[in-house]
């Protein structure tokens, strides 16, 4: 480093692992099997940036030049114009393609990436019922929001600090054991907190800053046995891309993997790995447009499988060309000449007043519920929002997890001599009510309720993150051992408690055969006359309304494969499988709604009616059609083979 400057000496081996970080994400967001730990590259972004963001303050503190004001000029020129850029592309195109609620959240991202909130946003809209990631264009920018989250606290740390004349090396490294305390902590409680929330992922950013005062301060440590750090980063790195998939608990200790890796590598300079590998022109390339690359890659991906649905491989590659491509072109013609030349000042605050009206775009979109007055594809289509309190019983029959709910009186079947069919599961099951409901009128049984959120109808099985369900599960089996009904459906959205093949992120729990074999036994022994089990509901990767509204043709596909998602029928069959010599009765609605054309997505082959209302969950006419067509014909009770009822 000059003695007249703060900033560091430029490294090319440093953009070349920035090369290995975005490579290793676009890559894992197109072709996820192929690099299971892609998503571990933004963690080595976080290392980078840590390490060069310390060490400009630390050098700007320490030699007496250090400007808040200059720093965060920089931070703006950096930063804003390619962000400005994709933000707008975002809006332009999704007013094509996106649906007014679709559009509502894609406005209201924006302002959150404007304002660099997303982690937050994102962090309170996870949930059951929210959408999939693969349907947010601007889901990535949860990280660039905690990076730029650091730039405010650090800083002002640091300056504060310096102040008091304590040492960085141990504020620093006091500051990242918390953080990394809370990380440990959060992934063993809640998992999503610990992705998102910025005070569990600082520490990574912090390591970086460790390493950044070793640079300056100690440079005879850390070079000493560069080969072999650099290594032993490779080493770690590599472990993380193969080891880590979505399952895991992460960040977690896992972290610590592609983290510590990038330690070492950034800390080997000019050891032979780094040069060789990193240093090379094509790496370095990659990490010069590594940044707008971030930006671009997802919602190019996003967008592409919401027009197209399961892209082919070719168009996914081609995705990622084209990301390359416009990554090129953000660089070259709008991050270089704002960023390096004219009045820093000047246009930065030009910067700000556009970044200004993207947020109030943004902001008039979600005032505007999404413009939905917009046709996409030539149809004009609003999701029906769905009344969970009267088509679920939510808080009543329909319990949310909480170990303190407890179910109404009303969920009871009334004791009037007439035979009495008891549904118990999950939402998936709480979805089945309305059909049974319209059935139970017409062949004259009484119906009972028992449904939790997240909660599968099996006994003494854990759901780590639904602390209700063993509670909730203990009083549905009090009520059958008094009432004895006559049948017990029993529904679940399978998927959940699958270990091997979950919703495209960590299963809530693998739900062992025999605990489900257990349970269908106590209830025969229990005097209960029929037990049914539906299977998996046929289960997709975006809203079936939307889907139907983008491929329904009346009396021509009513069918569909589109974004059907394949684990949905893997379930089902693994459900038939252990049910299989239980004496329980199967029925699997993958067979009754889909066959080798497609799966229904609509209830009528002349104009949508949509079976599920979300990825899954059946509407009322869907679950009309659905106890219409699988249930009534011979699993339903009827009077005539009720047991007698005093």
């Known amino acids: 480093m000059s003695a007249n400057s703060i900033h560091p000496k430029y490294r090319s081996d440093i953009d070349g692992l920035r090369a290995v970080a975005i490579l290793s994400v676009i890559v894992f967001h197109a072709f996820p099997d192929s690099v299971p730990g892609g998503f571990t590259g933004v963690d080595i972004f976080f290392v980078i940036s840590g390490f060069l963001i310390s060490t400009i303050i ?58 660099f909130v997303q982690n937050f946003v994102l962090w309170r809209e996870s949930g059951y019922f929210d959408n999939v990631a693969e349907t947010k264009p601007l889901l990535h920018l949860w990280s660039l929001a905690i990076e730029e989250q650091f730039y405010i606290f650090w800083p002002l740390l640091l300056a504060a600090v310096w102040k008091r004349h304590w040492s960085f090396l141990r504020i620093t490294a006091l500051f990242a054991v918390g953080s990394f305390a809370l990380n440990v902590y959060l992934i063993r409680h809640n998992t999503t907190s610990a992705f998102y929330l910025p005070f569990s992922r600082f520490w990574e950013l912090m390591l970086g800053g460790v390493l950044a005062y070793m640079a300056l301060h100690r440079p005879d440590v850390i070079a000493r046995y560069r080969n072999t750090q650099s290594a032993l980063g490779f080493a770690l790195v590599v472990a993380g891309l193969v080891l880590l998939h979505r399952g895991r608990d992460f960040p977690g200790w896992w972290a610590l993997l592609p983290a510590v890796g990038a330690f070492f590598i950034i800390s080997a300079h000019g050891s032979w790995l780094n040069e060789k590998l990193l240093a090379n022109k094509p790496m370095v390339w990659v990490g010069l447009i590594s940044y707008p690359l971030y930006l671009w890659h997802w919602p190019i ?29 953000s660089y070259r013609y709008v991050e270089k000449p704002i960023r390096f030349g004219g009045s820093p000042r000047a246009r930065a605050v030009a910067l700000l007043q556009v970044m ?49 709910q407890k179910f109404d009186e009303i969920c009871d079947a009334r004791p009037d001599g007439r035979p009495v069919l008891v549904l118990w599961g999950d939402s998936y099951a709480a979805s089945l009510y309305q059909g049974l409901l319209k059935q ?48 017990v459906i029993l529904a679940a959205n399978w998927m959940l408690y699958d270990g091997k ?33 539906v299977g998996q509901l046929p289960t997709f990767t975006q809203a079936q309304p939307k889907i139907g509204a983008r491929n329904f043709v009346p009396g021509v596909t009513a069918r569909t494969f589109r974004n059907f998602n394949d684990s949905s029928a893997v379930a089902d069959r693994r459900i038939r499988e252990m049910v299989q010599g239980s004496g329980a009765e199967f029925v699997s609605p993958i067979d009754t709604l889909c066959d080798s054309s497609g799966c229904l997505i609509s209830a009528s082959p002349n104009e949508l009616v949509p079976l599920a209302w979300d990825h899954g969950h059946l509407t009322t006419e869907g679950s009309a059609f659905f106890v219409e067509s699988a249930l009534a014909p011979r699993h339903l009770p009827f009077p005539g083979n009720s047991r007698s009822r005093q």
Not at 303 to 325: F, Q
Not at 386 to 401: E, I, M, P, Q, S
Not at 464 to 484: D, F, H, M, Q, Y
């Open 301 to 329: 991906l996003t967008y592409l499988k919401i027009v197209e649905g399961d892209a082919s491989a070719v168009a996914r590659g081609m995705a990622l060309g084209l990301s390359v491509l416009l990554a090129w072109l």
């Open 501 to 533: 093949h979950d919703e495209g992120g960590k299963p809530w729990n693998v739900l062992p055969a025999q605990k489900l074999v257990n349970t269908i036994s106590k209830l025969r022994s229990m005097g209960v006359g029929k037990v049914i089990v």
């Open 356 to 404: 200004g009206v993207v947020a109030g775009v943004g902001l008039l979109g979600v005032a505007a519920g999404g413009f939905p007055w917009r046709s996409v594809g030539g149809v004009q289509f609003t999701p029906k929002s769905y009344d969970l309190v009267t088509n679920y019983r939510l808080g009543k029959c329909f319990l949310g997890g909480a170990a303190h």
């Open 58 to 115: 630390f050098s700007g503190l320490e030699q007496g030049r250090f400007s808040l004001k200059d720093f965060y000029i920089r931070r703006v020129r950096r930063i804003f114009p390619a962000l400005i850029l994709v933000l707008v592309a975002c809006l332009g195109f999704g007013l094509f393609v996106l649906f007014a609620d679709e559009y509502k959240q894609l406005s209201t991202h924006t302002v959150a990436g404007a304002i």
């Open 440 to 487: 139970s009128k017409i062949t004259r049984f009484n119906l009972a309720q028992y449904t939790t959120a997240g909660c599968p109808p099996v006994t003494d099985f854990e759901v780590e993150i639904r602390p209700g369900c063993l509670p909730a599960n203990a009083a549905v089996l009090t009520n059958l051992a008094g009432n004895k009904p006559d049948t």
